[in-house]
C-alpha cells in the first residue's frame, strides 16, 4: 500500500506536487553548504556498497561539503535484500533498453 501511496495521491489530485522535491534538494544544499555530514537519502553510483557495482541507487548517505562522504550500508533482513535487488536488475534492464 505505501509503495503505490504516491501515484494514488497525484491519480486523485490529478497532479503532481513539486513541493517534496524541492524540500529534499534544499536539505542537500544546506548539508552540503553548512558540511554536517547530514544522513540523508540519495541516489549515487554504488562501487560495491550493497554488494553492487556500476549502478546508481537511493541509499543512505552522508552529505557533506565534498558532496557524499560515505554511503552508509545498513543491514537488511532477506526480503528487504530481495527488494533492493530486485530494484537495482530493474534499473540496470532499463539503462540497458536506452544504451
Not at 18 to 35: F, H, K, N, Q, W
Not at 51 to 62: I, K, M, R
Request: overall charge negative; hydrophobic content about 40%.
Amino acid at each position: 500500500e505505501t509503495i503505490e501511496a504516491g501515484a494514488t495521491i497525484t491519480k486523485l489530485k490529478g497532479y503532481s506536487s513539486s513541493y517534496g522535491p524541492a524540500a529534499g534538494l534544499t536539505v542537500m544544499v544546506e548539508a552540503i553548504r553548512r558540511d554536517s555530514n547530514k544522513l540523508l537519502i540519495a541516489s549515487v553510483f554504488l562501487d560495491g556498497e550493497y554488494g553492487q557495482y556500476d549502478v546508481v541507487a537511493e541509499v543512505p548517505v552522508l552529505l557533506g561539503k565534498t558532496g557524499v562522504k560515505k554511503v552508509v550500508e545498513l543491514p537488511l533482513n532477506e526480503d528487504e535484500k530481495q527488494r533492493f535487488l530486485s530494484s537495482v536488475e530493474s534499473v540496470k534492464s532499463l539503462i540497458k533498453l536506452l544504451t
